[in-house]
């Protein structure tokens, strides 16, 4: 199991971008962390002589590869992409037509790139005018180009803008929806895109599905639940509406109440237990509050293959429960890679000693807790049975449910039958041959029916939408002020019943967009709308017309009810450069966001936090660890590599505070918290900025917690968790940390 940080799915798929041009790659290290789908990164070199453009503030391993890089400041991403409008709008380098039949409010992003001059872009990323120019030309002139983001776009307070402004650049490219193309973001874990798709979140059902009653009903219905049995787990109806706490706050929950604390809105109690599975707890923001927060628990259960160490974290004595947990090689079930493929996942051994699969856990929950029956009413549904089979059983209420993103086609029975032919695909095309031919590998959704062929790449019109073509999703009303949100004339997938832009498809408007007359017998069975048709007739008679179930819309540059409708650069809480935040301030504070308030320009405005930390610190990941890194300091021969926790430090920053490589130095945040680390000298960095792993744990603020490890537990490495000192600050719309554009304060210990 996985937490979700990162948002966003592949419009295409790794093995697609051996089909680009050229490659612009913002805050993400490949080499590093997804160093096998790299691979097909530089076979887009071999192939194509495909141009590798990199964007980070440090001087990667993936930068190194590259044939441009630019070492931006962080938290600028917003302006350097500007920047790069400017000049395509400028040029006329922007795809006229596409932008016309395909993309809405192009037009106000063209007035905001107007005031991104090179120039002043220079002056806020640090990026030269020359440098801009050169990855602009570059990008623009080498069609198809694909744009890969990962963490160093999302985590930041404006980090949802990052990812809106980012596909922006290829729409005005005419690089959406084209092999070769597309915006394709590296997930994190090997099934946090699936985690995500089936609701690891607080903020919508399973599928993306709204909070809504009507959704709430669809889901009861389809779980075999009474809408009310489930209503009446709530406090009270309201909270079924609500969103719930974000992993990255659960701690506000609990200090709640304290002086100084942000204000909770969690129908008028504190969270009093915690239940952590697959979550390494050092990996999130504000450790200090964090471990305030576990001190103030009354219970801690911690189901995990490793001693999680929240437990060496907290001075908690009693009521602090370690589960062993299996881990996915001692369980099987489906998994949904990054593209949006699914894999079939088999046991290689029976879970070893005492430890249990995750599912066991939560259905020895569901028991105790007294709603075991409508916990898994569910998997017997679809074919009526006394007794369900997992995890197929739940693999195909899967099925049966998710509308949304299109999981109907994927049964147990096809993903099995897929990994079963792995060797039968096209690793680029992802093409199926002998049995599988008319198939992509692992099912892309949206797959629409059990016979669906899947869809590798998302907004392709240049196929038939039976065989993975689409426009964009309508989704918001068809027409917003006078302007029209559906695409434009023509511009319809091949070999469609209707040429032209669609709204999504409803029982009341299938005839007239499909052109077609339902039977008596399929108006009665037929469902409200595409999304929670249970009798798939409206999917089955889309396919017949070539028409994508959620109607062919226009992308939207503009999204009229966030703070930000257009993406404006706004500059982090701790700014580096304070005389920019009068220009570009944060956000208005937020209050209840995910329940909690949340700071911005009260953090922001409260002094000139430069001058007391005047360095900025950039935090990641290293080959060998991932995570939180439980597992792999508790490996001898992944720990020996980076034995001790440590900070990348330039020679002349270090030389200024007195710093030789190899000294302990303490860093300080603005929060008043610290930690002791060993300097490594790196030319990775700039001098104004210093580099941080997350990976470590078992210090805290220059305590060694070692010995509170249960007999035999302790890791080969131990050391501070980066996430002690990264700062304050979350995203106003995913409340994603702030881990990427902090400051702090470093001198010799
Ligand atoms: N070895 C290993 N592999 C992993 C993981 C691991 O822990 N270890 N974790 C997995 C997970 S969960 C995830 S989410 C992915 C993450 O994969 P990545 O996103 O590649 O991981 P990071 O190293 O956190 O950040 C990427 C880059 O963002 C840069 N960056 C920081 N701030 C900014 C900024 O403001 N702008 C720009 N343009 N760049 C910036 C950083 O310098 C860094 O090089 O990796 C996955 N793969
Ligand atoms: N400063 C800073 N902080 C960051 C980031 C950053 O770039 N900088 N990146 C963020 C990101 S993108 C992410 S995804 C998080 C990652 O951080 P975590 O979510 O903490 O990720 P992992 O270390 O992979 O933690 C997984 C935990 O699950 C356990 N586990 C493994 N397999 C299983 C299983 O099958 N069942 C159960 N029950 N448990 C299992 C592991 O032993 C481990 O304790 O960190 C975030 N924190
Ligand atoms: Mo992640």
Known sequence: ????????????????????????????????????????????????????????????????????????????????????????????????????????????????????????????????????????????????????????????????????????????????????????????????????????????????????????????????????????????????????????????????????????????????????????????????????????????????????????????????????????????????????????????????????????????????????????????????????????????????IIKTIGLTGWTAERIKKHTDNWHMFDKVSLRGFGPMKGEYYGLPWPCWTETHSGSPILYNISLPVKEGGMGFRNRFGVEREGVDLLAGKGSAPVGSANPDGYPEITAENIEEVLGITLTDEEKAKIGKNWKVDTSNIIAQKCMEAGIAPYGNAKARAKVWTFPDPIPIHREPLHSPRSDLTKAHPTYKDKENHYRVDTKYASVQSEKDWSKDFPVNLVTGRLVNMNGAGVAERGSKYLAALTPEMFCDMHPDLAFNLGIKNGNMIWIHSPEGTKIKVKAKFSFSVSPDRVFLPFHYAGHFQGEDLSHKYPEGTTPYAVGESANTVTNYGYDIITQIPETKGGLCHIEKA
């Open 1 to 400: 199991m996985a937490n979700t940080w990162g948002y966003g799915a592949m419009t295409n798929s790794l093995g697609d971008i051996q089909n680009a041009k050229a490659i612009i790659i913002f805050g993400a290290n490949p080499a590093v962390n997804h160093p096998v789908g790299f691979g097909h990164f530089l076979k887009a070199k071999e192939r194509n002589n495909a141009q590798i453009i990199v964007v980070d503030p440090r001087m990667t391993k993936t930068a190194a590869k590259a044939d441009i890089y630019a070492q931006i400041r962080p938290g600028t991403d917003i302006p350097f992409m500007y920047g790069m409008l400017h000049l395509i709008f400028k040029n006329g380098w922007h795809d006229e037509k596409f932008i016309n039949d395909r993309v809405y409010a192009m037009d106000e992003v063209m007035e905001e790139a107007k005031k991104w001059t090179p120039e002043k872009v220079e002056d806020v990323t640090g990026v030269s005018v020359e440098k801009l120019m050169q990855i602009t030309r570059v990008y623009s002139r080498s069609t198809p180009g694909t744009l890969i983001w990962a963490m160093g776009l999302t985590q930041h307070n404006i980090g949802s803008s990052n990812t809106r402004l980012a596909p922006i650049i290829q729409l005005a490219l005419g690089n959406m929806g084209v092999e070769g193309g597309g915006t394709n973001i590296l997930r994190g874990h090997d099934n946090v895109q699936g985690a995500t798709d089936m609701c690891c979140l607080s903020h919508t059902l399973p599928g993306y599905y709204g909070l809504s009653a009507g959704s709430w009903k669809y889901f009861a219905k389809s779980w075999g639940v009474d809408y009310e049995w489930l209503a009446g787990r709530f406090k009270d109806k309201k909270m079924m509406s609500a969103k719930g706490f974000s992993l990255s706050r659960w701690y506000a929950g609990v200090l709640a109440g304290k002086p100084g604390e942000d204000k909770i809105h969690n129908a008028g109690t504190n969270l009093k237990a915690l239940f952590v599975m697959g979550n390494g707890i050092t990996s999130i923001a504000q450790q200090a509050k964090v471990k305030e927060a576990l001190d103030d628990l009354e219970l801690i259960v911690l189901a995990d293959p490793f001693v999680n160490e929240a437990a060496i974290l907290t001075d908690k004595q009693d009521d602090v429960f370690i589960l062993p947990a299996a881990t996915q090689f001692e369980t099987s079930g489906s998994v949904t890679a990054t593209n949006r493929s699914a894999q079939w996942r088999s046991k290689v051994v029976e879970p070893l000693y005492e430890s249990k699969t995750d599912h066991e856990v939560m259905f020895e929950l569901a028991k105790r807790l007294g709603f075991y029956g409508e916990y898994t009413k569910g998997m017997l549904i679809r074919e009526n049975k006394k007794e369900f089979t997992f995890p197929e059983d739940a693999t195909d209420e899967i099925a049966r």
